[in-house]
């Protein structure tokens, strides 16, 4: 790698973190606030394999000092070595290096920590939280669970029109939910609602993935009031609120 990353890059490598230089090979915007890139994958692919909701951490330089955000990986092609990633874009040096990114340029990443786990039984239904910096999760996971319907609360200032979901109008519900109060209208929103919808499900399976304060407010309270079992509940923070 030509630049080092830091101790958060030293924490990586101590815990066998991979590192990976990616190059990117074309650029489209979905939306004026979501832009897709595609990579070549530097050998990561064949050394890794694929797995649903698969991601990878990419360091960026913030002035002078190494900085990492991880992204899901798009239509990983193990054959070809190639995938996408999908920017969120917003005020942050992440979101700058995508809008500007041209095929050609590189960008190193690190593999680390990435997993999933089918759930056992087959969900019923998920119920999923997520926003657009955690949508290419949410597909990749519709993708994995199949023909199970899913409700899907959505938190997003702009609307859904234009974003890449990879939902089915016949199965998946889709609840766009502003945000507000640093996430707090979020989960009332998903107290509220997610309750009653639970009642008679023999198999639920609950997908938190949204801003940390959020995720962790959420992931306790169906761990502890609804008391769904842990391996019936994936959670991850995506961000975090400045």
Wanted: charged share 20%; glycine share 10%; with cysteine.
């Amino acid at each position: 790698m030509g630049q080092g990353h830091g101790w958060e890059g030293a924490v990586l490598k101590l815990l066998r973190g991979k590192d990976f230089t990616f190059t990117v090979t074309g650029a489209e915007d979905v939306t004026p606030r979501y832009r897709r890139l595609r990579f070549t994958d530097g050998g990561m692919l064949a050394a890794t394999g694929v797995h649903p909701t698969l991601w990878v951490r990419l360091w960026f330089d913030h002035a002078g000092k190494p900085h990492q955000r991880a992204y899901t990986l798009v239509d990983p092609d193990p054959a070809a070595g190639t995938f996408g990633l999908e920017f969120a874009l917003h005020e942050g040096r992440a979101s700058d290096w995508a809008r500007a990114a041209r095929p050609g340029d590189t960008i190193d990443a690190t593999v680390h920590g990435t997993a999933f786990t089918d759930p056992d039984p087959a969900p019923s239904h998920v119920f999923a939280v997520a926003d657009p910096a955690s949508l290419p999760a949410l597909n990749s996971l519709l993708d994995a669970v199949g023909q199970a319907p899913a409700t899907i609360w959505f938190e997003t200032d702009h609307g859904v029109d234009g974003l890449p979901f990879r939902t089915a109008s016949s199965r998946h519900t889709v609840r766009p939910v502003p945000r507000r109060d640093r996430g707090a209208h979020l989960v009332a929103e998903v107290r509220a609602d997610l309750p009653g919808l639970l009642e008679g499900e023999p198999d639920p399976y609950v997908w938190i993935a949204c801003d940390t304060a959020t995720t962790r407010s959420l992931t306790a309270y169906v761990r502890k009031e609804l008391a769904l079992p842990k391996q019936r509940v994936n959670a991850m923070g995506y961000w975090r609120t400045t």
